[in-house]
């Protein structure tokens, strides 16, 4: 049983070359350092996921989706208490319009790399191969 899981809210946030947009934790982080996620956080009490979403993409990359994010998948983990709701979205900023506002570094990753080398937090990698496959991706790509 698993009576009250963490809520999380995370982004796939995508630029207009395809890349997107990926967080690596710090040194100091409690839970997963030195690991690779996308940007997100807790979803504070009284705050719905869609609020929480692009809140999180503003404190920790200082940037705004150019239209509503998009819910793409609840991701229930278990083995860690925790259920991550995982929104996408498109932007026209570039890297250097990210200002770091929490983690070690947050950059802009061609599709084709996301996986080189990266280890990343419970659930992110299954929910970013399924989101590079995705119609909701490739309807993104069209309009970039
Ligand atoms: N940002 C982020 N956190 C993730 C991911 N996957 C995952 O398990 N987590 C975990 C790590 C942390 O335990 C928690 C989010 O913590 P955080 O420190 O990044 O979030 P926050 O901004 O809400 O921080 P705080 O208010 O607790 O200081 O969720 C992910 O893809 N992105």
Do not use: C
């Amino acid at each position: 049983m698993d009576d009250n899981p963490v809520q999380l809210a995370v982004v796939m946030l995508v630029n207009r070359a395809g890349e997107l947009l990926l967080q690596l934790r710090d040194e100091h982080a409690p839970n997963f350092p030195n690991m690779w996620a996308l940007p997100g956080g807790h979803i504070e009490p009284g705050e719905t996921p869609e609020q929480a979403a692009p809140r999180e993409l503003m404190e920790e990359a200082s940037l705004r989706p150019d239209s509503p994010l998009r819910l793409f998948l609840v991701q229930p983990v278990p083995e860690h208490h925790r259920v991550k709701h995982y929104f996408y979205g498109m932007t026209s900023a570039v890297q250097d319009d990210v200002v770091l506002g929490e983690g070690a570094a947050m950059v802009f990753t061609p599709a084709e790399q996301v996986f080189e080398g990266r280890e990343f937090t419970p659930g992110t990698a299954l929910a970013i191969t399924e989101f590079l496959a995705s119609a909701e991706y490739a309807q993104l790509r069209e309009r970039a």
